[in-house]
């Protein structure tokens, strides 16, 4: 047969010339024409061919299909799990990480994941797996917290925010921190003590109520006063503040403990019965925290029979901030 204008067409019926697929071209002289069993090659001589090995068809998550080279993958192919993304040319941070999707809050709860991968929710926090398994391991990255009412005035309680995020620049640092510090201001009005016909002072056995334990910088202001006079009014008399630690004295036991205020123990004389002296001590204290102390007066008569009296004992204590 003859095509008008072209030369003459035969049908190549050369089993040779029918290359399974793969090899080279068909070898079919040039102006026959193939049979119904040729093929057409690719780029390279490779023949191309749909592969339909069912070994190839993998489960999502799995491994790339196992075709071989040069075969088209059938329209029930799948892409198989992305691979880790191993970055190269940044010395010291290589090891491999993946962004495997997002969630809706928090971290996943369900699914197989590696060290490494890292998702994000929709609360806008971000999820990295520090050990890989069904879920995994995760740990929330620090972000902003933007939480209004974790933004306290001066003063108020600590910020509610989430442990793990960062304050905002808005944040600010309540002062409460430095009032639970300090220890909370005191104030004693004692019984009156015992009186006493000593004429070496003794202590009047005030310590066991008047005590102060100081909590923060041990800076303690200390206002301690009395009302001293003997019984008779006439007879001269010793009285001097007293602190220290431990075990309190009573009254009437020897003197004892540290002078403080005045920078020695005062000396009066009656002024006739009725008429008591007043005697104070204003001063700072450095005290340590923690420590209890006790304060006392040690008081003393000139006159054995003329006993001294003390009355109307006030003592106040407040830690200083600095």
Not at 67 to 77: C, F, L, T, Y
Not at 130 to 154: E, F, N, R, Y
Not at 218 to 239: D, H, I, N, P
Not at 261 to 276: I, K
């Amino acid at each position: 047969m003859t095509a008008t204008g072209y030369g003459a067409v035969t049908l190549d019926t050369n089993a040779a010339d029918i290359q399974p697929t793969g090899t080279v071209a068909a070898a079919g002289s040039t102006g026959l024409a193939a049979d119904a069993g040729h093929v057409h090659v690719g780029s390279g001589g490779s023949g191309v061919v749909i592969d339909t090995n069912a070994a190839d068809i993998q489960p999502s998550p799995g491994t790339q299909a196992a075709g071989g080279k040069g075969e088209a993958a059938d329209s029930e192919h799948v892409h198989g799990q992305p691979p880790f993304l191993a970055p190269t040319g940044l010395t010291g941070a290589v090891a491999a990480s993946r962004y495997v999707g997002a969630v809706a809050a928090g971290q996943p709860l369900s699914g197989t994941f590696s060290t490494g991968d890292f998702t994000v929710d929709q609360a806008g926090a971000v999820w990295v797996c520090t050990a890989a398994g069904t879920p995994g391991t995760w740990v929330k990255l620090g972000h902003i917290d933007w939480t209004t009412s974790d933004i306290q005035p001066v003063g108020a309680a600590a910020a509610a925010g989430t442990t793990g995020m960062a304050a905002d620049a808005g944040h600010v640092h309540p002062d409460t921190g430095l009032a639970v510090m300090q220890a909370a201001s005191a104030s004693f009005a004692p019984a009156d003590p015992a009186s006493t016909s000593s004429a070496t002072e003794v202590m009047m056995g005030l310590g066991a109520t008047v005590a102060y334990t100081p909590a923060g910088t041990g800076k303690v202001l200390v206002v301690f006063s009395a009302m001293v006079e003997t019984t008779g009014g006439l007879a001269a008399l010793t009285v001097g503040p007293r602190y220290g630690t431990g075990t309190a004295p009573t009254n009437g036991a020897a003197n004892t403990g540290t002078l403080f205020g005045p920078v020695a123990d005062f000396s009066t004389r009656g002024t006739g019965t009725g008429q008591p002296t007043q005697v104070t001590a204003n001063t700072i204290l450095a005290l340590t925290p923690g420590t209890a102390y006790w304060f006392d007066f040690a008081l003393a008569t000139g006159n054995t029979s003329d006993p001294a009296v003390m009355t109307n004992v006030q003592a106040v204590f407040v830690e200083l901030p600095y």
